[in-house]
Structure formats: structure tokens, C-alpha cells
């Protein structure tokens, strides 16, 4: 089940999140989640309007996704970059693409124009999983992240929603 992200996900998504943060090259941030991080993060993306959806099974979140502008500036204000985490638990049930479902959606019905992901060199899964969704690489950033004492790719895949 996939619906709008309420104030008691925050910290079972905390606690999926963090390990990813800690032991992984998923995401190139080491900066593990605080509760008010997170709901700063929380509030932050649905003070602007922007989708923030949570996947249970059982009633509990197992994933979630949410997406918010690529860059700064008015410029951009039709181009969307989104974040999509699943807990271990979570994967191959095809939650992922429920919760791109709901972003993309989401982001489409508030008039944006394309989505964005920043895929780390580190998770080859999630440029795949990307692909079939739909996107497709337009660019890759070298050397762009800095995690477990070395450098990163960034991967730069891109959906045209409208």
C-alpha cells in the first residue's frame, strides 16, 4: 500500500534510511538522519508542495519517496529531482515502482516537466531500476561523490513527464 508520508513514518523510514547512509554508496551522504532532521526534511518538501509518499506492508513503512526542485532558481521550477528508499524487506514486491508511480504522478498533476535521478556509481540496481522505468542516462558527472575514502560517479537518468 502507498500513501501520503504521515509524522510516525519518520522514524521507522529513520531506521530503514540510516544503515543505507552508514554502510552503503547508495546515497554519497555519511550524515546519518536525526528525528529532527527528518522532520525538517518531512516538512520541508510538503511546505513546498511538493509529494511525500510512504510504502507499508504489514502497516508498517517499508519505503518511501518523495522529490523536490533539481536545482535553485525560478528557472528551474518545472524540473524535479526525486529520492525513492526501500528497506530491505521491501525489495522485489514492486513497491519501488509504486512509490515512483505516486511521485511522478504527483509531481505531473502539479504541472512539472521532467523528473530527475541522481544515481551513485555505487548502486548499479538503481540505474537499472530507473531504466525500466522509463528514464534514461543524459549525463554522467565523474568523480562527483566522495564516500568510503574514494570517488564516485554520478549518474544523471531523466523521465520527460509532460
Known amino acids: 500500500m502507498i500513501r501520503p508520508t504521515c509524522a510516525a513514518d519518520l522514524e521507522p523510514i529513520r531506521a530503514f534510511w540510516n ?12 550524515e546519518e538522519k536525526t528525528e ?19 510504502a507499508l506492508t504489514e502497516g508498517r513503512p517499508v519505503g518511501f519517496a518523495t522529490y523536490g526542485q533539481f536545482r535553485g532558481g ?19 514486491l514492486g513497491l519501488g515502482r509504486a512509490l515512483m508511480q505516486a511521485v511522478e504522478d504527483h509531481a505531473r498533476a502539479a504541472g512539472h516537466h521532467i523528473m530527475v535521478a ?4 555505487g548502486n548499479p540496481a538503481g540505474r537499472d531500476f530507473h531504466a525500466a522505468l522509463g528514464y ?5 558527472v565523474p568523480e562527483a561523490g566522495w564516500k568510503f575514502g574514494r570517488y564516485w560517479d554520478l549518474w544523471l537518468m531523466q523521465k520527460i513527464l509532460t
Open 19 to 30: 544503515p543505507l547512509i552508514r554502510d552503503t554508496a547508495v546515497t554519497f551522504s555519511s
Open 36 to 54: 529532527t532532521a527528518m522532520r525538517e526534511y518531512h516538512a520541508t518538501r510538503i511546505a513546498a508542495g511538493h509529494g511525500f509518499f510512504t
Open 74 to 92: 525560478n528557472g528551474y521550477a518545472r524540473s524535479m529531482e526525486h529520492t525513492v528508499i526501500l528497506s530491505d524487506t521491501a525489495r522485489g
Open 118 to 121: 541522481g544515481v551513485s556509481s
Open 136 to 140: 534514461r542516462l543524459v549525463g554522467t
